[in-house]
């Protein structure tokens, strides 16, 4: 549930509390201790204060689509925290993004809410993005051709379809196919809490 809190526009989730220690959890071993992180998708904020404060030596780059960063900007502004970057507009479908040298890209909640298209163009842009040594965490419900879905995620999966036809969990596989066609591969699918996977990319 997402609500406004005060007039400065600053947005709450339950559910970015809820999963931010475990996601954080698993940042911690696969992201580097110095560098800069672009988190696509941003939402809230919430992760991108909780993940600036947790890892110290990372300079984290919230970023979303143009007219959605306000929650962002005003939690920067009373957090004050030194390696939360300024956020940064940015759409998958834009051809040119004006961010450069990440070490590592986060997405969480994005994919099963943006187009199936978009997850193409997320791995194009982290393919332009990311040297050798580059990481891609994305956190999220899937479908998965090994296993049944869970009731839980059978619902959700039926309500964003209802809302938007666009919507809708992604299979896992499909996933990595279009991963591939960038030269990444998966090297690590995590349960999560609440029937959530954390994904985790490197090239080739």
């Not at 940015?90 to 994919?111: Q, S």
């Amino acid at each position: 549930m997402t609500e406004h809190l005060n007039e400065l526009d600053i947005r709450y989730s339950e559910a970015c509390d809820r999963n931010k220690q475990p996601i954080a959890k698993v940042l911690d071993e696969v992201l580097p201790e110095e560098g800069r992180v672009l988190e696509i998708g941003c939402g809230t904020g919430q992760h991108a204060v909780y993940f600036a404060e947790t890892f110290a030596g990372i300079e984290w780059i919230p970023a979303d689509r143009p007219g959605r960063l306000e929650s962002i900007k005003a939690r920067r502004q009373q957090t004050d925290l030194p390696n939360l970057a300024e956020p940064v507009a940015l759409d998958l479908f834009d051809e040119d993004w004006e961010v450069e040298g990440v070490d590592a890209l986060v997405a969480v909640n994005v994919l099963h809410i943006a187009p199936w298209e978009a997850t193409g163009r997320l791995f194009a842009h982290a393919d332009e993005l990311l040297d050798d040594d580059g990481v891609i965490y994305i956190y999220g419900p899937f479908r998965d051709e090994e296993r049944e879905l869970e009731p839980s995620n059978r619902k959700f999966d039926r309500m964003l379809q209802s809302r938007d036809p666009q919507m809708g969990l992604r299979l896992r596989q499909d996933v990595e196919e279009k991963a591939a066609e960038h030269g990444f591969r998966l090297t690590a699918d995590e349960p999560m809490p609440a029937n959530n996977r954390s994904l985790v990319w490197k090239r080739g």
